[in-house]
T-cell receptor, first 114, second 114 residues
Framework: KQEVTQIPAALSVPEGENLVLNCSFT??????LQWFRQDPGKGLTSLLL?????REQTSGRLNASLDKSSGRSTLYIAASQPGDSATYLC?????????????FGQGTELSVKP | DTGVSQNPRHKITKRGQNVTFRCDPI?????LYWYRQTLGQGPEFLTY????????KSRLLSDRFSAERPKGSFSTLEIQRTEQGDSAMYLC????????????FGSGTQLSVL
């Protein structure tokens, strides 16, 4: 059974700092991995999607990497801003289920202090 | 295209009552998903549709839960005889057919069972 874990559960950094969020999964046979952002009381916004054959994806100040063999992904946020404060979730689709069922981690709650 | 729309945004009900939620996906998206999220946790998959066909249901979806997508457009999720443990955020998402397409989430329906 695929399980996704995110550490730490919460992170507080001063504005301008570069930071890394971690995601690990137990079954390396994944189809893709996505990173999402969730603001309080809101739905999820997809940030980056990494296919199983890819090593990383970049969008603006965000860079996500994927190491399937070790079951790990990281989300790097450069020059953090208070507007980056939110919960960040990673999720995987496992190979045996290409129907699109995402299995989520618990999320990392990020607070960027001005 | 106004994104994924969910109604109502909030629902307060008494234990034992039936509730129904509605989701309107992005118009050209043929896949529609329902997830449930409790405080401090990542979303948990409930069910998904490819057009009007319900292709997968989670074991979390007891016989008190039923979902429909009658014409392959909007979807409804009904919970019968609600229990306090049903209190959660119910999220709807949609995507194009290929699993490497990003998921677009609605803002969710927050259910409180008293």
């Amino acid at each position: 059974k695929q399980e996704v874990t995110q550490i730490p559960a919460a992170l507080s950094v001063p504005e301008g700092e570069n930071l890394v969020l971690n995601c690990s999964f137990t079954d390396s046979a994944i189809y893709n991995l996505q990173w999402f952002r969730q603001d309080p009381g809101k739905g999820l916004t997809s940030l980056l999607l990494i296919q199983s054959s890819q090593r990383e994806q970049t969008s603006g100040r965000l860079n996500a990497s994927l190491d399937k063999s070790s079951g790990r992904s990281t989300l790097y946020i450069a020059a953090s801003q208070p507007g980056d404060s939110a919960t960040y979730l990673c999720a995987v689709i496992s190979d045996y289920n290409q129907g699109g069922k995402l299995i989520f981690g618990q999320g990392t709650e990020l607070s960027v202090k001005p | 295209d106004t994104g994924v729309s969910q109604n109502p945004r909030h629902k307060i009900t008494k234990r034992g009552q039936n509730v129904t939620f509605r989701c309107d996906p992005i118009s050209e998206h043929n896949r529609l998903y329902w997830y449930r999220q409790t405080l401090g946790q990542g979303p948990e998959f409930l069910t998904y549709f490819q057009n009007e066909a319900q292709l997968e249901k989670s074991r979390l979806l007891s016989d008190r839960f039923s979902a429909e997508r009658p014409k392959g457009s909007f979807s409804t999720l009904e919970i019968q005889r609600t229990e306090q443990g049903d209190s959660a955020m119910y999220l709807c998402a949609s995507s194009l057919r290929h699993p490497n397409e990003k998921l677009f989430f609605g803002s969710g329906t927050q259910l409180s069972v008293l």
